[in-house]
């Protein structure tokens, strides 16, 4: 339990780390946005546990991220993470919104059901946001390599 502790106490730090404001800024930003593009799914009386949420802000805020960090020594999978990380906000709201809706209105064993598995598929919404983000931002890193002309001996030992 305390590597776990360890762990989530390093992410939570490394969001707050100094050298990625803009990512986490940027993935603040799609929090609402996301919300709003997805929320018609809790809203819509026939969908039941899950729903669709709508990652595009996310991924394309991992690619302008990847493109601003391009010339800098941040590894853009770190700015990927950063943007995953504080971006999924969004698809945790949206989802506990849909398995709140599905609790109140369905049988019991889907409720059981649903509340049981919601941890397992908040980490794994969670997951993909950030797996997203990661190639988002890698795929910013590259196109800011094309268009900058080459990498300028900007990769260091710090970029993975």
């Known amino acids: 339990?305390?590597?776990?502790?360890?762990?989530?106490g390093r992410a939570v730090r490394g969001l707050a780390d100094g050298d990625r404001p803009v990512a986490t800024l940027l993935g603040l930003a799609t929090v609402p946005i996301t919300i709003v593009l997805s929320w018609s799914a809790v809203t819509d009386p026939g969908m039941v546990a899950g729903g669709t949420i709508s990652g595009a802000p996310m991924v394309l805020a991992a690619?302008?991220?990847g493109y601003y960090y391009g010339d800098r020594p941040t590894s853009a999978r770190l700015v990927g993470v950063q943007v995953g990380l504080v971006g999924s906000v969004a698809t945790?709201?949206?989802?506990?919104?849909?398995?709140?809706?599905?609790?109140a209105?369905?049988?019991?064993?889907?409720?059981?059901v649903s509340v049981l598995l919601t941890p397992v598929a908040i980490?794994?919404?969670?997951?993909?946001a950030v797996l997203l983000c990661v190639l988002g931002a890698m795929g910013g890193d590259w196109?800011?390599?094309?268009?900058?002309?080459?990498?300028?001996g900007r990769r260091t030992g710090a970029r993975g």
Not at 1 to 8: H, N, P, T, W
Not at 92 to 103: E, K
């Open 63 to 65: 690619v302008i991220a």
């Open 92 to 103: 945790v709201v949206v989802y506990l919104a849909n398995a709140a809706t599905t609790i």
């Open 123 to 128: 980490a794994l919404v969670t997951a993909i």
């Open 105 to 112: 209105s369905a049988s019991g064993w889907m409720t059981i």
């Open 1 to 8: 339990m305390s590597d776990v502790l360890a762990v989530l």
């Open 143 to 152: 196109l800011h390599a094309k268009v900058a002309g080459g990498r300028d």
